[in-house]
C-alpha cells in the first residue's frame, strides 16, 4: 500500500501565493508518476500538473506560467508551486501517485482563494 499526505492549503488572497507539499510512503516502485488534481463543489476532479520519476513536468493549459510542480525522488515527495492565485483555483487539492497501474491518492487539502 501507498499513503499520501498533503500539506500546506490555506486561505489566500487573489494573487497571492502557496506551496502544496506531499509526501509518500509505503510499497513506491523505482517508475511513478506523481501530481495534483483538484476538485471543486460541483465540479468533476481534474488534473492540474503530474511528474513522472526523471521526466518533464505536464501542466494542463490554465496553470502554465502561474504553477510550478517539483518532487524528490529521494524523498518520495512532490511538490506545487501555486502563484497569482485566482478566486476559480478555489477547490480542495489531491496529490496523486500512479504505479504499475494502481491509482493512490491523499485525503485533499482545501486552497481557498478570496476575492
Known amino acids: 500500500q501507498v499513503q499520501l499526505v498533503e500539506s500546506g492549503g490555506g486561505l489566500v488572497q487573489a494573487g497571492g501565493s502557496l506551496r502544496l507539499s506531499c509526501a509518500a510512503s509505503?510499497?513506491?516502485?523505482?517508475?511513478?508518476?506523481m501530481g495534483w488534481y483538484r476538485q471543486a463543489p460541483g465540479k468533476q476532479r481534474e488534473l492540474v500538473a503530474s511528474?513522472?520519476?526523471?521526466?518533464?513536468?505536464h501542466y494542463v493549459d490554465f496553470v502554465k506560467g502561474r504553477f510550478t510542480i517539483s518532487r524528490d525522488n529521494a524523498k518520495n515527495t512532490v511538490s506545487l508551486q501555486m502563484i497569482s492565485l485566482k478566486p476559480d483555483d478555489t477547490a480542495v487539492y489531491y496529490c496523486?501517485?500512479?504505479?504499475?497501474?494502481?491509482?493512490?491518492w491523499g485525503q485533499g487539502t482545501q486552497v481557498t482563494v478570496s476575492s
Open positions: 496523486w501517485l500512479s504505479q504499475h497501474g494502481i491509482a493512490y
Open positions: 509505503g510499497s513506491i516502485f523505482r517508475f511513478n508518476v
Open positions: 511528474i513522472a520519476t526523471g521526466g518533464t513536468p
